[in-house]
């Protein structure tokens, strides 16, 4: 268990990783629809402050438990409802709001969805979150035409499982998920799951 100081030190890690993102080249790391610059947010010192900012939503607080949320997507998740905007762009990954991560659940329940970057010829990159595994991923996901879309939809809703030792390699933790919002992951196609 992490002591309250140890909490507000990985916070304040987080957002400054967080922040230095922001002055990462000279794109702004949060933009709104009308590419405006969102302001970084409020002072976060805890769990429950990052949960009082985001939403009283109970469905998002129990998606939260139940897939045991890491809290650099609970401090993303408060940009949304301390600016009131319904989607963030993180150096072109659109990152999910609040209302739309509860609806990006699939029926096996062993991951959910956080963000994804278009990908060219109707396919996206999807960045998601491994419930059991506690680690993120990426996966390819749309698809150029209704077969490769369908395709796709029921291989993760009904067949994909995170858990496969197959997908052991293509899963990774905080580091990695800073250098895909960075787009710094060189070997990215090494860790694309693929239906």
Same mark, same amino acid.
């Given at each position: 268990m ?61 998606? =939260? &438990?139940? @897939? ?15 600016? $009131? %905007? !319904? ?8 990152m ?56 796709? =939809? &029921?291989? @993760? ?11 052991k390699?293509?899963?990774? $933790? %905080? !580091? ?8 710094e ?11």
């Open positions: 992490i002591s309250s100081t140890g909490t507000v030190n990985k916070i304040n890690k987080i957002r400054k990783t967080l922040f230095n993102m922001l002055m990462y080249d000279t794109k702004t790391f949060f933009r709104n629809d009308n590419d405006e610059e969102i302001p970084f947010g409020t002072n976060v010192n805890t769990n429950e402050t990052i949960n009082n900012n985001i939403n009283t939503d109970n469905k998002l607080f129990e998606l =939260y &438990e139940e @897939y045991n949320i890491p809290i650099e997507i609970k401090i993303l998740h408060t940009f949304f409802t301390v600016n $009131g %905007y !319904d989607k963030l762009i993180v150096n072109y990954h659109h999910f709001s609040p209302k739309n991560f509860i609806d990006r659940q699939y029926k096996n329940k062993k991951f959910i969805d956080l963000g994804m970057t278009y990908a060219g010829m109707g396919n996206f990159v999807v960045l998601s979150w491994a419930k059991t595994l506690n680690k993120y991923f990426i996966r390819l996901d749309g698809g150029a035409n209704g077969y490769d879309r369908n395709d796709n =939809y &029921e291989f @993760y809703e009904n067949t994909f499982d995170p858990e496969s030792p197959m997908y390699d293509k899963m990774f $933790g %905080y !580091d990695m998920f800073i250098k895909h919002l960075k787009n992951m060189d070997n990215k196609n090494d860790f694309l799951i693929r239906s």
